[in-house]
């Protein structure tokens, strides 16, 4: 129960606080490329333990998420294209 | 919605109508947008269950933390520390560390947000690493209506576009329906996994941050090189550090990189 409270605290603070509060502007830059930084952290060393054993696996099928949205700009057939190649190589 | 394009005349119950099918609208969007992250989950709140019980946890237990709690880092080590023996104290300090990344991702999705307490209560309990993204990054069409919630403000010398919170709250709601049925699944068939069956589950969560960062990062050259320092630094902390401290450091560092060397404005943003 701790350890819900020690989540939702984090989560909701900046929320209750956040929209009301005037940021100045390299701040408001800074938060504005959170999200980014944050899908690269999160991607990267993730990926390589799709299958822990074979790194290579979820590089692969990085490749074919990346190759996919790229082309066809579409969520769905990005998803599908890396699925497949990791359940194929697996 | 093409009847509800001309209002401007209409009495007051039809518009009240007609925001209320507005809110439906990007509710129905948001869960629809949402759903890749439930496919996502699914494997993985599975695998927790499977393991949670492993360490010793009743399945109503288990099932109540991934209620309670509702983070996959946080749940995992959780379980991971039980097993070895830790004291509750230490599982609470180390899910604190773990989820220091949510204040930094809420600090920043709250420039996205215009909401009174409650709606905020209520959306900051479905903030996770995924739900933040691609909240974050939704590209919303404005459906055919007057006064649509999407407002704009101006923040400094720039301008904010605020998310529906009915939509924010369809895209969190998929995504925590995803993660408790794979927990209750992984309860049941604990005994009877197939084989191999994560791997390929597992590279969706991945894939769908790809598909988000992708687009973004085509038309800007910053967006990608903060995305590729974000991913190297993690990389390079997690070596040293635990993926929750990792994952906070390399957001910040990259993301403040980002500010310092393109900070008189990166494209697409």
Redo the contacts between chains.
């Keep these: ?4 409270f ?3 605290l ?10 009301e509060v ?5 701040l ?20 390589l ?3 822990p054993n074979r790194p290579w ?2 590089i692969l ?2 490749i ?3 190759a ?3 082309k066809w ?1 579409n ?2 057939i ?2 599908a ?3 497949l ?3 194929i190589l ?1 | 919605m093409e009847s509800y394009t001309n209002l401007s005349g209409a009495p007051a119950k039809a518009r009240k109508n007609a925001a209320a099918w507005e809110q439906l609208w990007y509710f129905t969007k948001g869960l629809k947008q949402g759903l890749p992250i439930a496919l996502g989950y699914f494997p993985s709140a599975l695998a927790y269950g499977v393991m949670a019980l492993a360490a010793g946890l009743s399945a109503r237990q288990t099932i109540l933390i991934s209620v309670l709690v509702f983070s996959g880092a946080g749940q995992f080590m959780a379980v991971n520390l039980l097993s070895g023996g830790a004291p509750p104290l230490a599982i609470i300090t180390a899910n604190l560390v773990v989820n220091l990344r949510y204040f930094v991702m809420s600090a920043s999705f709250s420039r996205r947000l215009n909401v009174n307490w409650l709606q905020a209560a209520i959306i900051g309990f479905g903030v996770t690493d995924e739900t933040f993204v691609m909240n974050y990054l939704a590209d919303l069409e404005k459906p055919a209506l007057s006064g649509s919630p999407l407002g704009e403000r101006g923040t400094g010398n720039e301008q904010a576009v605020y998310l529906p919170p009915s939509y924010v709250l369809g895209v969190n709601s998929i995504s925590y329906a995803g993660w408790i049925l794979g927990t209750y699944a992984g309860t049941l068939f604990a005994d009877a996994l197939p084989p191999g069956f994560g791997a390929g589950m597992g590279i969706i969560l991945y894939a769908m941050f790809i598909a988000l960062l992708i687009p973004a990062a085509a038309g800007s050259w910053g967006i990608g090189g903060v995305a590729a320092a974000g991913g190297a630094l993690c990389w390079l902390l997690s070596q040293y550090l635990p993926f929750g401290w990792a994952m906070v450091l390399a957001t910040t560092l990259a993301a403040a990189g980002g500010v310092i060397i393109w900070g008189e404005g990166v494209d697409g943003l």
């Design positions: 129960m701790g350890m819900a020690v989540t939702y984090p989560r909701t603070l900046p929320l209750l606080l956040g929209s005037r940021l100045p502007l390299w408001e830059r800074w938060l504005k490329l959170v999200p980014y930084a944050a899908l690269g952290a999160l991607i990267f060393p993730g990926i333990t799709v299958d696996i979820g099928g990085g074919a998420a990346a996919a949205a790229w700009k969520f769905v990005a998803l294209a890396a699925f190649v990791v359940y697996s």
